[in-house]
């Protein structure tokens, strides 16, 4: 089956304490993307990628890392979680061709509780 | 800089009725334009897209969405509204030559029996 995964589902944890959440997709995409979705604010795109080794900020990087050292997998880096890290999060992947856009197929979020 | 605004926080009708969820946009050049449907405790999942041709575009479960370039729209419709069709709607769009993706607040479709 098509999909992408993330893993926690969901997460508490406290100020500082670094932790990673994971992102894999199983349809070969090149490019993914992470989001935080919070209330009144919709999604914003924290990073993407569009291949492996290159990515780029989105509207609210500060305070994450990304990395892609395979094509399948995105994990989201918090170094010192913050409590206004709190927030629903999205992993994301599409294909991309040259001079086109695909849709995105999102997974099923991981809520990140920073006490 | 790109936006997409959903200007309804909030739409609500009755079942059987047509439906429409606002969005415009402001991109540089030529857009592409997505609608997503959140569900309860779900990830988005894709409605339909505009890329370039023809202004009406048809999507999943019905819904079909107009893009209207004089006004910068592309509003998401349904000429017979189902209850299930209740959920989170998103607009996200994104210019031809750039590759972030920029949602919508959201806009929460209630339909009622």
């Known amino acids: 089956e098509a999909q992408v995964t993330q893993n926690p589902r969901y997460l508490i944890t406290v100020t500082g304490k670094k932790l990673t959440v994971t992102c894999s997709q199983n349809?070969?995409?090149?490019?993914m993307s992470w989001y935080r979705q919070d209330p009144g604010l919709g999604l914003r795109q924290i990073y993407y990628s569009m291949n492996v080794e290159v990515t780029d900020k989105g509207d609210v990087p500060e305070g994450y890392k990304v990395s892609r050292k395979e094509k399948r997998n995105f994990p989201l880096i918090l170094e010192s979680p913050s409590p206004n890290q709190t927030s629903l999060y999205f992993c994301?992947?599409?294909?991309?061709?040259?001079?086109?856009?695909?849709?995105?197929?999102f997974g099923p979020g991981t809520r990140l509780t920073v006490l | 800089a790109q936006s997409v605004a959903q200007p309804e926080d909030q739409v609500n009708v009755a079942e059987g009725n047509p439906l429409t969820v606002k969005c415009t946009y402001s991109v540089s050049g030529n857009p592409y334009l997505f609608w997503y449907v959140q569900y309860p405790n779900r990830g988005l999942q894709f409605l339909l897209k505009?890329?370039?041709?023809?202004?009406l575009v048809k999507g999943s479960y019905g819904f079909e969405a107009e893009f209207n370039k004089s006004q910068t729209s592309f509003h998401l419709k349904k000429p017979s509204a189902l209850v299930s069709d209740s959920a989170l709607y998103f607009c996200?769009?994104?210019?031809?030559?750039?590759?972030?993706?920029?949602f919508g607040k959201g806009t929460s479709l209630l339909v009622t029996p």
């Open positions: 349809m070969n995409h090149e490019y």
């Open positions: 505009y890329i370039t041709g023809d202004n």
């Open positions: 994301a992947s599409s294909l991309y061709q040259a001079g086109g856009y695909n849709e995105q197929f």
């Open positions: 996200a769009g994104t210019a031809l030559s750039g590759y972030a993706l920029n």
